[in-house]
């Protein structure tokens, strides 16, 4: 027997009709947000929770837009139904190049002129910053 929530007005252990699933998009609008930094700024882009088995994981949506936001989230939770967090885990968490130990500095050269562009510094100025570095 299911008893009635008075403070929802619904049935306990039972959706509204009013509610959506969990399989579509407007679930998922309401269930990624913005978190805050340390120093208590609102990150530019979206994240989501989820829990299985007495584990969590924060996942980067890498969006400031909440459609495409809850797009990923859904994409991600049917991936954990599917195959289990550890899985999502491996496959949407951003990784870090350097995890596993600190970059060397020819390693962290190579990644700065991978990125940097020309309007960030001219040739000659980043060729005197890798000669005083090393």
């Not at 609008?29 to 584990?55: A, D, N, P």
């Not at 949506?61 to 991936?79: C, D, G, P």
Request: proline share 2%; hydrophobic share 30%; with cysteine.
């Amino acid at each position: 027997m299911t008893s009635l929530d008075t403070k929802r007005g619904t049935l306990g252990g039972r959706w509204s009709k009013n509610q959506p699933h969990k399989d579509s998009v407007d679930y998922w609008r309401k269930r990624v947000t913005k978190r805050r930094s340390g120093t208590g700024r609102e990150i530019g882009h979206y994240s989501v929770r989820f829990r299985q088995s007495g584990r969590e994981a924060w996942f980067s949506l890498s969006t400031a837009n909440v459609a495409i936001a809850a797009n990923q989230a859904r994409e991600i939770h049917r991936h954990i139904q599917a195959n289990g967090l550890l899985s999502a885990i491996e496959r949407y968490k951003v990784k870090d190049d350097f995890r596993e130990r600190p970059p060397t500095i020819g390693e962290w050269i190579e990644s700065v002129k991978k990125y940097r562009s020309r309007e960030d510094c001219r040739e000659t100025t980043f060729a005197d910053y890798v000669r005083k570095t090393r």
